[in-house]
């Protein structure tokens, strides 16, 4: 749990906000009225199988001014505004990192999921995401929220 415990600081952090991509840092005006959906995290298991800790946030798909965003939203209301979105056969993903730390979200009819890369390797892509290229060495369902 301690390990999620850190990255929600990071993203949540002011210092953060200088080392955050694919994402904004939320601020007071960031709201959740509209949310198309709300999804939550309860446990993650790592890549050996094991359950490790929440997140302890809850995200919402919001529509943004130039599509849809992803609003990673801690307990105090701040959070991360995630805009590196992109479309494939397993639904819409979302994408955001802090040094060699990343989350992925990729959100689909049939379900939804958050993956978690450490010391992860990316590459840009010609549409302009940047996007893991390494296996997730956590993996945390989400459930849709009431």
Request: with cysteine; glycine share 14%; aromatic share 12%.
């Amino acid at each position: 749990m301690k390990k999620y415990c850190w990255v929600l600081l990071a993203l949540t952090s002011g210092c953060a906000s200088m080392f955050l991509h694919g994402a904004r840092m939320a601020d007071g005006s960031t709201t959740v009225n509209g949310a198309a959906a709300t999804y939550d995290v309860a446990v993650c298991t790592n890549a050996n199988g094991q359950p490790e800790g929440s997140p302890g946030a809850r995200y919402f798909l919001l529509a943004g001014q130039t599509g849809p965003e992803l609003f990673e939203r801690s307990n105090d209301g701040s959070g991360a505004v995630i805009t590196n979105r992109w479309q494939d056969q397993r639904g819409d993903h979302y994408f955001a990192w802090v040094g060699g730390n990343g989350w992925e979200y990729i959100l689909a009819p049939n379900g939804a999921v958050r993956l978690v890369y450490q010391g992860f390797n990316g590459q840009s892509f010609p549409d302009g995401t940047y996007r893991p290229v390494t296996q997730p060495t956590a993996t945390c369902p989400m459930t849709r929220a009431g």
